[in-house]
């Protein structure tokens, strides 16, 4: 190679020569300079210092370019990559190819759960959590999102040990296959409690409905398993405190029982969720896990199983990552059984029956291993209220018409006063009846604790509910006053009857998801109208259907305005009515396939004009007529 290089002082003269004819050199290539300088020094022997100043480098880059060309030739004044040979903390290829196929198998585990996974199978060394991030996100099996603060950056809220604090909450979205229900399926409710500091699930009861009786159950069954816990901590609802009950607060059985058996029972905040966050996060795990994959469970029991499965593998072999993976069952201690016995659990008379079941004072170790739980029985009941539940009561109605019991008031009108009354009246409903008759039904808002009140001033025991089971799934009747706007309200929905029947009382049969208006024993229209079984059940005035009349085929009636011109618009239409008729009220009788003009005041033919509009009648009233002065 250098015996064939041309000589440094030959390429000066050849550049300074071009120069001298006004012609400009092709820019060289950074090889090409780097190989002229290298020249320089070993062909020229011009010194290292000045070869340097010239080219813009520091010696010993030139020295660089030198030894490399020596062992390379020109191939060694390329530019190479910087990348080192080897990386001592790369992660192997099969630990990269587990990672991947244990996140496609489980699509729910994060980099986190995945490095424990690794662990407990045996890779040594574990990744880091951020690098199995990257893995991930390389190999798209999640998506890159901006970076959170540091878990370190956040304050925990917790208690330092278990039994201190349990948090108690509600949840829906459990459903049961139903054919008499809407849509098929019927929901039901869980009652969920967790311990604080352990993340242990110490309640999981699927209840038909989430009466404060059984709240309660489910909390007292929690009591005898595992023991008092110092504190519980649960929202407002209804089933918890009577604090913002109206007109007067109470104190609801949930309350009497954390009072008798000393525990201190906390309330969050008016629309804080937050405050409970532990149980509302447990809501989310259950709810993806399981209720998600399921679907309708076939009936309670089976809801139930399902249930226990579920959380007697969260609480003993399911990771927590607040628990330093460990099983919340890991920092679980509930209260020993000889602590128990000396100070014995109160119960509520309406509740004495829980009392004795075998197997509650067992400590939760010696339970794991049993395929399902004792239950309680009124925490799996049927959906009938129970005996002990409900009271009927007797009630004359005052002058005023508006009657009043435990601060509910319920009116009957004037025109019943003296009558008396006979109330039927549960946690979630109040039916009235006088002489046998069935009158209305209306939500209640009464508690276990208005109910124990009324029993002492002589309430009897309820007899089956007055309303027929016969029709409780099958079509009801409601009668409504349809509004100026020509609507009426069903549970908070607006159906539109007609503006011509302002002011007029009408009958809405619900069937299924239909709402079938009549008007005078006549069916006039059919809409759609979809409400929950339970919206359904507490409908105002709600009586069993009677047959469905026919519908009614007479033309549609409406009043128009006719113009200086003589012309007036109906369902899109023009129709010609003549200027004798200029600014008078017509009335249109809008049929098949022609529309009969009628003079208002003698209800007299004016003419006939063929239909050309398929359009229907949305406005019954005439525009801009001050019914206070008579038209001429």
């Not at 959170?148 to 049961?176: C, H, N, T």
């Not at 869980?190 to 311990?195: E, F, K, R, T, Y």
């Not at 405050?275 to 709810?287: A, C, F, L």
């Not at 129970?386 to 009630?395: C, K, Q, S, T, Y």
Request: aromatic share 6%; with cysteine; glycine share 8%.
């Amino acid at each position: 190679m250098m015996g064939n290089a041309p000589v440094p002082g030959l390429l000066h003269a050849i550049t300074a020569a071009w120069e001298g004819l006004g012609l400009m050199l092709v820019e060289l290539s950074v090889v090409e300079q780097r190989y002229h300088a290298v020249m320089e020094v070993l062909s020229a022997g011009v010194p290292v210092v000045e070869v340097a100043e010239r080219y813009g480098v520091s010696r010993k880059t030139v020295h660089a370019w030198i030894r490399r060309y020596r062992v390379e030739g020109l191939a060694g004044l390329i530019d190479k990559s910087h990348r080192p040979h080897r990386h001592p903390w790369q992660i192997a290829a099969e630990s990269e190819a587990l990672i991947c196929e244990m996140r496609r198998n489980h699509a729910r585990w994060g980099p986190r759960r995945l490095g424990h996974e690794l662990a407990r199978v045996g890779v040594s060394p574990v990744p880091s959590r951020s690098s199995i991030y990257r893995i991930l996100v390389r190999h798209q099996l999640i998506s890159p999102v901006t970076r959170k603060r540091a878990r370190s950056d956040y304050r925990r809220w917790e208690r330092p040990a278990s039994m201190q604090l349990w948090q108690i909450d509600i949840m829906g979205s459990v459903f049961l296959t139903d054919p008499a229900a809407s849509g098929g399926v019927r929901e039901v409710k869980l009652v969920s409690g967790i311990d604080d500091h352990s993340r242990y699930a110490v309640i999981a009861t699927v209840v038909p409905r989430a009466t404060s009786r059984a709240v309660c159950a489910a909390f007292l069954d929690a009591l005898h398993r595992f023991g008092v816990p110092e504190q519980v901590l649960t929202d407002n609802g209804i089933q918890f405190t009577g604090k913002y009950v109206r007109p007067r607060a109470g104190e609801v059985l949930f309350d009497q029982i954390c009072r008798h058996n000393g525990i201190d029972h906390l309330l969050t905040k008016i629309r804080s969720p937050t405050t409970t966050g532990k149980i509302e996060r447990w809501h989310q795990s259950i709810q993806t896990e399981l209720l998600d994959e399921h679907g309708p469970f076939a009936d309670l029991p089976a809801a139930q199983l399902a249930v226990d499965e579920w959380v007697h593998q969260y609480n003993h072999s399911r990771p927590h990552q607040a628990r330093d993976m460990d099983p919340p069952a890991a920092h679980f201690h509930p209260v020993a059984p000889q602590r128990r016995a000396v100070l014995p659990l109160w119960t509520p008379p309406e509740l004495a029956s829980i009392d004795g079941v075998p197997g509650l004072d067992d400590p939760p170790s010696e339970r794991a291993a049993e395929p399902e739980p004792v239950r309680l029985a009124p925490a799996v009941s049927t959906v009938a209220p129970d005996p002990l539940d409900a009271v009927e009561i007797d009630r004359v109605v005052p002058a005023s018409g508006n009657l009043g019991v435990c601060g509910q008031q319920f009116w009957l009108g004037t025109h019943r006063a003296g009558h008396t009354i006979t109330l039927w009246i549960d946690t979630t409903t109040v039916h009235l009846s006088v002489g046998g008759m069935h009158l209305k039904t209306l939500p209640s808002r009464m508690t276990t604790t208005h109910l124990a009140r009324l029993r002492i001033e002589g309430a009897r025991p309820a007899a089956p509910s007055p309303i027929d089971p016969a029709w409780t799934g099958g079509p009801i009747e409601i009668s409504r006053t349809v509004n100026a706007c020509g609507n009426v309200t069903v549970a908070g929905q607006y159906v539109s009857v007609g503006a011509q029947h302002a002011g007029r009382r009408v009958i809405l049969r619900l069937d299924g998801d239909l709402a079938q208006v009549i008007v005078d024993g006549t069916l006039t229209r059919t809409t759609a109208l979809s409400i929950t079984t339970a919206q359904r059940n507490r409908l105002r005035d709600a009586r069993a259907a009677r047959p469905r009349p026919q519908p009614d085929h007479q033309p549609a009636r409406t009043q128009r305005k006719v113009s200086a011109r003589g012309t007036t618009m109906v369902i899109g239409q023009k129709v010609r009515v003549g200027l004798p008729h200029a600014g008078k009220i017509v009335t249109i009788e809008i049929g098949e396939s022609v529309l009969d003009i009628y003079d208002e005041p003698g209800n007299t033919l004016i003419t006939q004009t063929p239909r050309t509009s398929t359009q229907h009648l949305a406005r019954f009233k005439a525009y801009g007529v001050n019914r206070t002065r008579t038209t001429g």
